[in-house]
């Protein structure tokens, strides 16, 4: 199938929320079932803001090496028969291996899910108003979120997360941890996601985290936050 067609399918079911109307379906999947997805776009549908080098490579190997290493280590364990979700939320009992490539494989299908081409999503007046609710003002928000992603130290993420009261967090994880992990500092289920490990920019941005990240805001796919959002939510009522 041509990969824009497929693309359009893939985008226009998340955006009628059919992919999120409870837990991410990929939380819902065992080791042994996951499978490696699809990119949502072409290599360059994100330019100029993510360069079409960095996606290849960061989804052909980076995100690759995860997910095969993540069968991997899961591969004859009692993990395989478990749901990701499952294994994030004991993650702490269980190897290095599998929290780092689990965490890399699940981390990096949200990160392509919750990006889109410039100009094709714009947030909905009604969830600007709860993030402005929540945050005080877009301004505000996009700056303690900007903030989490600039200052993490070495590889991580930053995310928008919902906690078990409904409440919407800003955070932010070392290495391939996620809000989802036992071991987290605050958990909760993740609505939206910064990669600001060096191979999510290095090759456009060089050192240059922070014009990467405000860069990133052009890119952000607001249909799908806000479809996590309500699905995260209604977790919690
Ligand atoms: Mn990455």
Not at 19 to 35: H, N, S
Not at 123 to 145: N, V
Not at 216 to 223: F, P, R, S, T, Y
């Amino acid at each position: 199938m041509n990969t824009k067609y497929f693309s359009l399918i893939v985008l226009s079911s998340v955006v009628a929320g059919q992919a999120f109307a409870g837990e991410d379906p990929l939380l819902k999947t065992t080791a042994a079932q996951a499978q490696f997805p699809e990119l949502p776009y072409p290599y360059d549908a994100l330019e100029p803001y993510v360069d079409k080098m960095t996606m290849e490579i960061h989804y052909s190997k980076h995100h690759k090496a995860y997910y095969d290493n993540f069968l991997k280590a899961t591969q004859g364990t009692e993990m395989e028969k478990m749901t990701i979700g499952d294994i994030f939320r004991q993650i702490s009992k269980f190897p290095a291996a599998v929290r780092n490539n689990g965490g890399g494989f699940y981390n990096h299908v949200f990160f392509w899910q919750n990006m889109s081409p410039a100009g094709s999503s714009s947030i909905s007046p009604a969830f600007e108003k709860i993030l402005t609710a929540r945050f005080g003002s877009m301004d505000e928000f996009r700056k303690q979120f900007g903030d989490a992603a600039k200052t993490r130290f070495g590889s991580g993420w930053a995310w928008l997360s919902v906690d078990d009261k409904g409440e919407l967090f800003i955070s932010s994880t070392p290495n391939q941890d996620n809000p989802l992990m036992d071991l987290a500092d605050k958990k909760g289920t993740p609505v939206l996601g910064i990669d600001v490990w060096e191979h999510a920019y290095y090759l456009k941005y060089q050192n240059r985290r922070p014009d990467y990240v405000e860069a990133w805001w052009k890119v952000i796919n607001w249909q799908v936050v806000e479809q996590r959002y309500k699905a995260a939510v209604k977790t919690t009522e």
